[in-house]
């Protein structure tokens, strides 16, 4: 996979996180069904995901933009979908964390072959 290539899958695994993620609030602890289902495909879909883009990108950024996608995916559809808090502060947080996951990107060298 060309890194170019694993990045893409490593945006994509970290949607999938925050799909997870969110999805836990409808499951409601995993007593409803099809909520539970499709959290569950969720998980399994990010982290199938995320182990083939580390095939190509080291570990310790790999996952630390896996997360952070999820992190901010999922505070900001907290916001948009429960009401939860939007302070300035707490937005501003959540741009340190997109700024973090953008620098990661630009520091990752190209993997040797």
């Known amino acids: 996979m060309t890194p170019t290539t694993a990045w893409a899958v490593l945006v994509v695994a970290g949607l999938f996180e925050t799909g997870w993620a969110v999805g836990l609030k409808y ?42 996608i999820g ?13 939860e808090p939007r302070e300035a502060l707490r937005l501003a947080c959540i741009g340190l964390i997109v700024a973090g996951i953008v620098g990661l990107k630009l520091v990752t060298p190209a993997p040797s072959p």
């Open 27 to 68: 499951t409601d602890g995993f007593t409803r069904l099809w909520p539970s289902v499709w959290t569950a495909a969720s998980m399994i879909v990010s982290v199938y995901l995320l182990a083939r883009a580390l095939q190509t990108l080291p570990v310790g950024t790999g996952y630390a933009v896996w997360t952070g």
């Open 71 to 83: 992190t901010v995916g999922t505070a900001l559809l907290g916001m948009a979908l429960f009401g």
